[in-house]
């Protein structure tokens, strides 16, 4: 129990372990370090480049090295510690303990000569090889996962757009994904480390030889043949224990950035991928026997090799039979109907916000290799309306219909049809504003879905034609986007729910903690301010500056609990949004009521459960109703796009009357508008006006 206490400990510490660990790095190249400690620290070496060796051999994902270019920084550090150190003893005492002295001795029989030429060769083989190999590599898997970031990023758009992945995974592929790129960069750069550290270690043994034959000859008094054996054998010993651990640490850099990720280590999948088919290792077999038998190259070896994998053919050849008959009975067996898991039946009961349904020949707008681009226009739509609104807008999930007409598609809200239209991939809709005959274009005539104008679909050729007679010309992709974005402005209250408000005012409370406290939910739910803020949206009123909405409630949420005062109260704390909304160059063009109708309407209102409304006589509502649309379209006729300007009292009622025919139709009240507006009318409506 102590050892495991003391293990925990040591691990819960490990950041200020491997700190101190760095200094102590530092201090072995200033402080002489003796010969049996440098005998401890060569082996760690050897044991810490072996750890790292086999830890790219059975990771399954490169991501799990992700700290792989700063150990690697690390151990060329300690290696090139360790040169200075051994350095320091052999020159000085012509001796560097007992591990550089069995790799002088043992490895290479005692003779300099050969173990200077292995030491080239290992040199060689790590500088120009492995080395070279490895920072290319890295150079390169850095350049194509740069490159490749976007489309990644849309992928993972995509997926969660079509409803495959929910928030929290997308958020982690695109975590992975940046970690991803910052990893084979970091490996760019940390490449760089190896080779430098194959031309110290060359430039340390040439210091090494022939600081040894001077301070021997010249120093010790020895000849030259005994300077010579001494030093240039505690040198090669000394070059063989840094290059080794070296060449481990090169290799398991090339091995991690020639790696992709794969579902089980190196070894499995290497045995997996070709030693797994039979016809393989069969004709591997009969080119080694034939190779052994008729040629002069020695038979026991080839032969050994041919039957052992001839055997191998043999296994795998059973084993595939039994897969085949397995698989046949497996295709013998009638088809069972298998019940549905509980999760599947929840996910059948579940309704999406909003979707949009399509027809099969409008599937290709959503596939890659049809360079379909709908998912990311649909994902850039969504954060530009989100930035547009100042609200949260839910992922819009995309089904095909093989119930739809080819062409057709559909936007739902809440699992109901609320909007259609029909489009034809490979032709561009041509807006017809002056109607001119679909004859002179050549092409199809149709009806624009969004605001229902003529248009024509054409074909692509035709586009510079139609161009040239004022038409505007747009893709298939557009004129539904477009569609889109207009269906969720006109039913952006409707997707304001109590979770989004929630999820807004979280957002809020981490830069205005004050307010939110004091407002919710001391002095209101969040069900109270969903209804003022879908009140805003009804009137395209957004709620980008939602802190000065919570402010305004805050003030005046102790006095009322009338949701249309509270709003109206919003309202005239956001006027300079309106004014700036409404006006066109400082101007702003309204209809005004004449007063006797102004003062007949408040006469009229009524308080309701669902608010005040104007009750007037039938044939009068009607009148009004009429003059006000006359107006209306009489003004936009010229060009201008009028408001209705009424005192604040009558301007939500008066507003409640009118929508359900002018639903697009803006009523503003005095305390709505800037003061310094330049306000200019441009019709008054009067309760006998046609």
């Not at 890659?368 to 839910?394: F, H, N, P, V, W």
């Amino acid at each position: 129990m102590a050892l495991r206490t003391v293990l925990t400990n040591f691990f819960k510490n490990m950041d200020i372990i491997i700190a101190l660990a760095v200094i102590l790095i530092i201090a072995i190249i200033i402080i002489p370090v003796p010969p049996l400690l440098l005998d401890i620290l060569l082996v760690f070496n050897i044991a810490f480049s072996l750890v790292i060796i086999l830890g790219t051999l059975f990771v399954t994902e490169v991501l799990r090295l992700a700290t792989f270019p700063s150990v690697l920084l690390i151990a060329t550090l300690f290696r090139l510690a360790l040169n200075i150190s051994s350095t320091r003893l052999i020159l000085s005492e012509a001796r560097a303990g007992e591990v550089i002295n069995a790799f002088g001795q043992f490895v290479v029989g005692g003779n300099y000569v050969v173990g200077l030429i292995i030491f080239i060769i290992i040199t060689v083989v790590q500088f120009v090889v492995i080395t070279s190999g490895a920072g290319r590599i890295a150079e390169v898997a850095a350049r194509f996962t740069l490159d490749a970031m976007p489309g990644k990023q849309m992928s993972i758009d995509a997926d969660f757009n079509a409803g495959l992945i929910n928030e929290d995974e997308a958020r982690l592929k695109r975590k992975n994904l940046q970690r991803e790129a910052d990893f084979y960069g970091a490996m760019d750069g940390a490449s760089k480390f190896v080779r430098g550290d194959a031309i110290a270690g060359i430039v340390i043994v040439l210091i090494n030889i022939l600081g040894g034959l001077a301070i021997g000859m010249v120093q010790k008094g020895m000849d030259f043949y005994t300077a010579a054996q001494t030093y240039t054998i505690l040198t090669v010993g000394d070059g063989l224990v840094a290059q080794i651990p070296a060449l481990l640490v090169s290799t398991a850099a090339g091995m991690l950035v020639t790696r992709s990720t794969g579902e089980k280590g190196f070894g499995e999948d290497f045995v997996s991928q070709f030693f797994t088919l039979s016809r393989v290792l069969g004709i591997t077999a009969f080119v080694l026997f034939i190779l052994g038998l008729f040629t002069p190259l020695p038979l026991l070896p080839f032969s050994i090799l041919a039957v052992a994998c001839g055997y191998g053919a043999f296994l795998l050849f059973k084993e595939e039979q039994v897969k085949t008959g397995a698989k046949m009975e497996e295709l013998k067996k009638p088809e069972q109907e298998t019940p549905l898991p509980e999760d599947d039946l929840r996910s059948l009961m579940k309704t999406d916000l909003m979707e949009i349904e399509i027809g099969y020949n409008l599937v290709s707008l959503t596939e890659k290799k049809e360079k379909g681009d709908l998912l990311q226009r649909i994902t850039a739509c969504r954060k530009s309306l989100a930035a547009e609104l100042g609200m949260l807008i839910r992922p819009i999930r995309i089904r095909d219909n093989l119930q739809l007409h080819p062409n057709a598609y559909l936007i739902k809200l809440k699992g109901n049809e609320i909007a259609r239209g029909e489009l034809r991939p490979g032709y561009l809709m041509a807006l017809n504003p002056e109607e001119i005959p679909a004859g002179e274009l050549g092409g199809i005539p149709t009806t624009e879905p969004t605001f229902n104008l003529p248009a024509i679909w054409i074909s692509p050729a035709q586009k510079q034609d139609a161009e040239l007679r004022g038409c505007t010309v747009v893709d298939v992709n557009t004129v539904l986007i477009t569609h889109l974005s207009e269906v969720i402005k006109g039913h952006a209250h409707e997707l304001m729910g109590r979770q989004e408000v929630r999820e807004m005012v979280n957002m809020v409370k981490e830069t205005h903690p004050a307010v939110v406290d004091e407002l919710i939910p001391d002095l209101m739910s969040i069900g109270e301010l969903q209804k003022i803020l879908q009140n805003l949206l009804r009137e395209n009123i957004p709620l980008q500056d939602l802190p000065t909405i919570l402010e305004t409630l805050a003030d005046f949420a102790p006095s009322t609990k009338d949701t249309d005062i509270l709003t109206d109260y919003v309202r005239q704390s956001l006027v300079r949004t309106i004014s700036s909304r409404y006006a066109e160059g400082g101007k702003l063009s309204v209809i005004t009521l004449d007063p006797l109708l102004e003062k007949r309407i408040a006469d009229s209102l009524q308080q309701t459960i669902h608010g005040t409304y104007p009750v007037l006589e039938p044939e009068t509502a009607q009148r009004i109703l009429q003059g006000v649309s006359g107006l209306v379209e009489k003004l936009r006729g010229k060009g201008i796009s009028p408001v209705v300007l009424t005192s604040p009292r009558i301007r939500l009622p008066f507003r409640r009357m009118v929508e359900r025919y002018l639903p697009d139709l803006t009523v503003l009240s005095f305390n709505e508008i800037l003061p310094q507006l330049e306000v200019e009318s441009v019709g008054v409506l009067k309760e006998d006006e046609n």
